[in-house]
C-alpha cells in the first residue's frame, strides 16, 4: 500500500465521517423509492418471457 501524507488521511477520516452522517438518510431514500416504485408499478403487464433461439415465433415454453 502507497504512503498517504497526513492531508490525504485527514481527507479520508472526513469523507467516511460525512457518508457515515449521510447513510441513514440515503437508506430512507432508497427505501421510498423502492416503495415507490412497486405502488406506481402494480398495474403494468409482467415482463415478456425469453425468447430461445431455434423456435418459431408464436412457440412458448
Known amino acids: ?3 498517504r501524507s497526513a492531508a ?7 469523507l467516511e465521517a460525512l457518508i457515515r452522517l ?6 430512507i431514500v432508497l427505501y421510498a423509492g423502492d416503495k415507490a416504485s412497486r405502488v ?6 409482467g ?7 431455434g423456435l418459431p415465433p408464436g412457440t412458448r415454453h
Open 40 to 45: 406506481v408499478g402494480r398495474n403494468q403487464i
Open 8 to 14: 490525504q488521511v485527514r481527507n479520508t477520516r472526513r
Open 1 to 3: 500500500m502507497a504512503y
Open 47 to 53: 415482463p415478456e418471457p425469453a425468447r430461445r433461439p
Open 22 to 27: 449521510a447513510a441513514p438518510a440515503l437508506d
